[in-house]
């Protein structure tokens, strides 16, 4: 009897087909699963070259139910065109839902007019939970394989990683300073971002001070001025600061300072050397362009500017806009320019690498997570750990999912259920007709 396409066939529990089967052609699989609680089996198949798929991965049953007896058989019928070619054909068992790591495929040559036997043994095994590493997709409970840990969401946010050290398997801002292909670097001259990430989720920009723009000597009658280097305020502006006067010396263009001695008349703008001095200079108000402590009247140069004080002090700077070369604080959430602030990790909840409020260095805000949950105990869900803003991460009570057990894949608990596996089986908890466990 041929049959028309799409022919499918019951054999014992689960029936399965290929459009435009010619006759008879095709696939007689035995799934064999014995010791493995499975109440449901993913059926699947690829034609020559492992390349045209033959089936779409199909679960029979389509839902979750009581726990398959094995082995199961099931009938797949295939075009006549493929006899004489290698077809591969695969199963995966499933369990309340959530994929065993219990996979088998198998290849056979298909012959015309003839059900081929293929015998498919699944091995015992579960999948890995979230954070643990994997290779592929295929290994994890979530189905999500990211950064090389099974992961519970595919992690597509800005600087996020599945890998972060103590987070993993959680999307997690990857530590400020991090380097990150989706942060492109732009050029320090433009002081946008330089490649990095911030430690929130976001691309950082130059910090404070990093020079954006080199020194020169101006040109023509005013060759003994000194415009100094610019340099970045860690918003996003390259501030240049006001030209030096040299005079009465000559400005050193290889060098890019003011000269401070001279042997003839002609190395000073006055023209007049006296024992190897041009003479008194004006040295440099607060505020204006300096290349060292010699060309300000304060001593000190700090961030291309002379400033009121050395301004070494961590998430200090000389150079903000609003206040050119008084030693003031950068603006919170932006990266310290003195490097003293530094990222101890989500983790701790300790400082993020960046600037708070008046100078000191931020903690972790209050809501980050600092520990992800788990599920502990089968119906135990131990509960995702929060900074609290002051650098402590607080505990969490474990919550007891009973009747139910707790999900691997969201780690919360189940709220009904469609098989025993869902149910606290632990405490003799079963799966009702009515989808409660009880």
Not at 244 to 250: R, S, V
Not at 384 to 391: E, L, V, W
Request: one cysteine or more; a negative charge.
């Amino acid at each position: 009897m041929r049959r028309g396409p799409c022919a499918a066939v019951w054999v014992a529990s689960f029936w399965l087909c290929a459009c435009h089967a010619d006759g008879k052609t095709g696939l007689f699989a035995t799934v064999r699963f014995g010791g493995l609680a499975i109440d449901q089996i993913e059926l699947g198949g690829v034609g020559p070259a492992a390349s045209a798929p033959l089936v779409s991965p199909t679960l029979r049953p389509a839902q979750p139910g009581p726990a398959l007896a094995s082995p199961q058989t099931v009938v797949i019928y295939l075009p006549d065109a493929l006899a004489g070619t290698a077809v591969t054909s695969s199963a995966t068992g499933l369990a309340g839902g959530l994929r065993l790591d219990a996979t088998a495929a198998a290849t056979v040559t298909v012959s015309r007019g003839q059900l081929v036997a293929v015998d498919l043994a699944l091995a015992a095994g579960v999948l890995k939970p979230n954070g643990q590493t994997c290779a592929g997709d295929a290994e994890c409970t979530s189905t999500l394989c990211v950064d090389g840990v099974c992961c519970a969401s595919t992690c597509g946010g800005l600087c996020q990683a599945c890998n972060v050290k103590g987070m993993e398997g959680s999307c997690t801002p990857v530590p400020a300073g991090t380097a990150s292909p989706s942060c492109a670097q732009q050029p320090a001259a433009s002081c946008g971002f330089d490649g990095t990430c911030d430690g929130n989720g976001g691309c950082r920009r130059y910090p404070s001070g990093v020079a954006c723009g080199a020194g020169q000597c101006t040109a023509g009658s005013a060759a003994n001025a000194l415009v100094g280097t610019s340099a970045c305020d860690g918003q996003g502006a390259c501030v240049t600061p006001a030209a030096i006067a040299c005079a009465p010396y000559l400005c050193d263009a290889i060098a890019l300072r003011c000269t401070t001695s001279c042997v003839t008349g002609t190395d000073c703008a006055s023209g007049t050397c006296l024992s190897g001095s041009c003479g008194p200079r004006q040295k440099t108000a607060n505020g204006l362009g300096c290349a060292t402590g010699d060309d300000c009247l304060s001593t000190f140069c700090q961030d291309g500017v002379c400033c009121d004080s050395a301004c070494t002090a961590g998430c200090m700077s000389c150079n903000q806009p609003a206040a050119l070369g008084t030693c003031t604080h950068v603006p919170a959430g932006k990266i310290d320019p003195r490097g003293v602030c530094q990222d101890q990790g989500i983790t701790s909840c300790g400082t993020n690498g960046l600037c708070g409020d008046n100078g000191a260095c931020a903690l972790y805000p209050a809501g980050a997570t600092c520990a992800p949950g788990a599920c502990s105990g089968g119906h135990f869900v131990r509960s995702t750990k929060q900074c609290d803003g002051n650098g402590a991460c607080l505990a969490a009570p474990d919550i007891d999912c009973d009747p139910y057990r707790c999900d691997p894949t969201t780690t919360a608990c189940y709220g009904s259920c469609t098989s025993n596996s869902q149910c606290a089986m632990g405490l003799n908890r079963s799966c009702s007709s009515t989808g409660m466990c009880q």
